[in-house]
């Protein structure tokens, strides 16, 4: 058989689109020509292939070879497609029976020695597969990742000769049998440990219940770091489709193979990130910051220290949960569904509003600082907290109020009476599931109406005044949204105003 066709998966972003290896050998002068859009790796993979089918005591077919990577407007780059490649050439060689490889996908990249090596993006194309109906063949550190996708027959192999004594029926693979990725063991601070700050503590486990979007707003040393540390020990584990989407993105940032299920991702980035470092970029598209915060924490420490074009990108993402970044060759739609945590001083010297007067900024100045974030983007922040500075005290304080282990309970019973309720969090309400599931008695509808004109609110932030008193009714439990919870939510609105 002069023609084979095999199966394996590019990498576009968090997708695994299909690509079909084509190889035909013909008569002629011994050479070997890719075509289908190959970048320089790819290119390459020719010289890799040729050594590991040598050193492999395989023939390396002497004719003209014509190897296709279809489809051909699909840009094709690393070596995960070494052995795909070397398969094709050794069954259009008739080195390997015929239609032996057509319900197999392969991914590797070939040593000279014929060793199988990882690849980045193995989980995409995993999951990828089972959909396809068909059974993936991977190297040997890749086969836990791959084993994630529950119900896909995995082969894990070496070295190309195993894989060759497989279809050749000599020595007969048995499918991988995955020992279990251990979750990720994570130890976060306790609540408990924050002195003080009631205020601002009620307003994390308001964030934590309805995944609520937060500023801290105060001086320096007040505990603003401190606080969004917090946050992610109140937060409820991953799902597994939760988890298999953090694993996504990690299993193409990643040079090594996963080892275990992912936590919540807790991201910090520098406040003199770029755009693309913040939501990815490149010639070829990677993910950035808000990606590696899916489905968990995106903290910005020092807001107003942000160019202000870099934060202009989120306000799409905070609204869709996903990114999308074009080039003009490609396009890469990334997921981003995080939630924002952020922080920033009342002003340049971080003074303002201190009882003892040791401001010195001039009302201009306050103003540009504060200028420095738009209106849209405070607009989807749901909570605006004020963080005021407490008593100096070094002795170990007593343990008052909740810890992070009962915020947990209460935050996992309020996420789950809303995913009964509405099938998502209060925070990813849209407008139909709003007017549904946030209904008010006539009388508290006009008093809201009456506050937000008074507050000059948006009609956006209104919406996410009546989110967050949701929120607070699902943590007490109680099926009607009262004044009291409106009152409550629009404390947080209230202090944007300052």
Known sequence: MSLAIIHSRAQIGVEAPAVSVEIHLTNGLPSLTIVGLPETAVRESKDRVRSAILNSALEFPRKRITLNLAPADLPKEGGRFDLAIALGLLAASAQLPGGCLDGFECLGELALSGHLRPVRGVLPAALAARAAGRALVVALANAEEACLATGLKVYAIDHLLELVSHFNQ???LKPYQSQGLLPQATSYPDLLEVQGQAAAKRALLVAAAGRHNLLLSGPPGTGKTLLASRLPGLLPPLTEQEALEVAAVQSVVNIEPLRGWPQRPFRQPHHSASGPALVGGGSRPQPGEISLAHQGILFLDELPEFDRKVLEVLREPLESGYIVIARAHSKARFPARFQLVAAMNPCPCGYFGDPNGRCRCSPEQVQRYRHKLSGPLLDRIDLHISVARETTSLSQPKEQGLSSAEAVKQVCAARDRQLKRQGCSNAQLDLNSLHQHCQLQDEDRIWL???????????????????????????????????SHLAEALQYRFNEQQ
């Open 170 to 172: 000599q020595t007969v």
């Open 449 to 483: 109406e009456q506050a937000s004109e008074r507050l000059n609110l948006s009609l956006r932030a209104t919406h996410r005044v009546l989110k967050v008193a949701r929120t607070l009714a699902d943590l007490e439990n109680t099926v009607t949204i009262a004044r």
